[in-house]
DNA sequence: TGCCCACCTAGCCATATGGACAGGTAACAG
DNA sequence: CTGTTACCTGTCCATATGGCTAGGTGGGCA
């Protein structure tokens, strides 16, 4: 599907390229998206440091990632999914880029690890995902022109986890609805099922419903458990 | 690796400076300690930029901050409470310094905002408190001048956290114990109190007691919240 | 010595929770 | 039209949980 198109950018450069505007000999031109500057500023400066690399824009929000994009047309948009207070969105948005900039290779930066967002990342066309706690320095610069190749960059323990993922139990599609996430939440502010209900305008059945298939989706049978897996894996 | 090394030798470095003196127009040394390279070269590259302020070390693990504090008597100590897995110990590191060298004033840059931990750093003699997400860029060169300078810097909100837990209702001295801290972490793992029970060697009613004591301690009366609130205040 | 504190235990009771059953709806894609 | 998906509802039952009162222990400290 992709590959073709990936192996086709690197193999021959083609000079009428409407989008790519980049030589053989320029940059690759990298998007970087956090909303810490640190990060940013961090990021930024071990890329330049990289031979080959350039840091055109940086964005920290949702929106200024679309117009960062749109604007500079970057080889790399180099990002944390947690922009908001939402990782859903961060998802979207990564479907959104690989669909109207095919060209524009993304890789995550993530704070935390998920084997269920790293598995929906790539589903949606990521092509790299690094933790921000295990990268070295001088991997990084490496991991951008490697993605920019079309090659798939997996921090260490991430290609281990996707692996077991596709190849375990749980076919993998188990994807928490806008609903159970709902519920999820309150579920962490420690309401009970009836509060539940009351706020968000079902019977105490329907909630326990939601809540059971959370359990098997994210493999949990405690709520507690369930609190401290969905906090790992970023979905609060 | 090299970068260390390189910025020191830039950076100036005079071994005839006693250790926390400094001479009116020498710049503030500061360490900084953060288990995220990122973070590191981000924090190293914005100090740099600010006047009067350099960088003489870095350090990534706690012990490696105590032979860093030895070695370079740093004015200012830019450190990240949870350089292992338990922020426990990044506390002890800060009392342990604030007692050894008193000359070292310390900054913390947090990941995360818990009403606990910063009450406990101020009283173990730390200065600053800001968060990672929310400072700005310049801020940081600021903040480090000020707490050179003995002055007390918190992170927008932290303030008022502080006073609001000091004057109210909980006279704060609300410590949670190592023994709540175990139930607690069983308990985000999703056991039961029977199995929790069994897990430590107590009976249940043990385990309701010591929940019952976390539970008044952290403001909640749900398992569920308490495992939120635990990991939001760095306890997991 | 007496006090405080972390720790441990017991019993009681109302309610919450987890798990299983067996359904129904609307929206949407092939 | 048919299948799928997210969503919703109900009933039943065993067990877990939260909240309470009322104790006992040993160690550290004034």
Chains 1, 2 share one sequence.
Do not use: W
Request: glycine share 8%.
């Amino acid at each position: 599907m992709n590959d073709a198109v990936r192996s086709d950018q690197r193999g021959e450069i083609r000079p009428d390229v409407p989008l790519g505007r980049r030589s053989p000999h320029s940059k690759t031109r990298v998007l970087v998206a956090d909303r810490n500057v640190i990060i940013r500023i961090g990021v930024r400066a071990i890329l330049e440091r990289a031979p080959g690399v350039a840091v055109v824009a940086e964005a920290t929000t949702y929106d200024a990632v679309i117009d960062a994009v749109d604007e500079h047309g970057p080889d790399v948009l180099v990002i944390d999914l947690d922009l908001g207070d939402d990782t859903t969105r961060g998802l979207q948005l990564c479907e959104e880029i690989t669909n109207r900039y095919p060209h524009t290779k993304i890789m995550i930066l993530a704070s935390t690890l998920s084997e269920f967002v790293v598995v929906d990342a790539m589903r949606r066309g990521v092509t790299g995902y690094l933790l921000k706690d295990d990268v070295k320095a001088d991997e990084l610069g490496k991991a951008v022109r490697t993605v920019q190749d079309g090659e798939v960059v997996m921090g260490k323990g991430i290609g281990n986890l996707v692996a077991h993922s596709l190849g375990s139990h749980r076919e993998m599609g188990e994807h928490v609805t806008d609903r159970e996430l709902e519920v999820l939440k309150l579920v962490a502010r420690g309401l009970s099922n009836k509060q539940i209900a009351a706020d968000i305008y079902v019977t105490e059945s329907t909630v326990k419903f939601h809540l059971q298939n959370l359990s098997r989706k994210l493999g949990s049978h405690r709520r507690a458990e369930l609190v401290h897996k969905a906090t790992a894996a970023g979905l609060l």
